[in-house]
């Protein structure tokens, strides 16, 4: 039958719709804060919300920015996340919040699919 779904708090829902919002994973525990998200995110926008999931496997964070073209540049970028070519970006979906993801961080419902990129090409 499978596990429910968790669905992203109601707050977080629009930077999704709209494409605004980013789903950051693999993110090393020296690098899982605000400052460093905030400091490496930065240069493609302004920054409305950072969300962290430190206890989870593997280890996330959502970053939303103002406008979707900045979210887009971010994603876009060829640069190694917070100079990681391990944390890889995928846009942001409602059920990626689920603080328990699918056994490996692929299937199921915390699954992103192919929508992802990895910090280098």
Avoid: C
């Avoid at 429910?4 to 804060?33: C, D, F, Y």
């Amino acid at each position: 039958r499978g596990r429910p779904r968790v669905s992203a708090p109601a707050h977080a829902i629009s930077g999704i719709r709209e494409q605004r919002t980013l789903h950051v994973k693999n993110v090393p525990e020296e690098s899982l804060n605000l400052a460093s998200i905030n400091e490496f995110f930065q240069k493609f926008g302004a920054i409305t919300n950072i969300t962290l999931f430190p206890t989870t496997r593997p280890e996330r964070a959502f970053v939303e920015f103002a406008e979707p073209a900045q979210a887009k540049a971010a994603f876009d970028s060829v640069d190694a996340v917070l100079g990681n070519r391990h944390v890889r970006v995928f846009w942001a979906r409602e059920y990626d919040y689920d603080p328990n993801p699918a056994p490996g961080g692929q299937g199921g419902p915390g699954a992103v699919g192919m929508a992802g990129r990895g910090g280098m090409r």
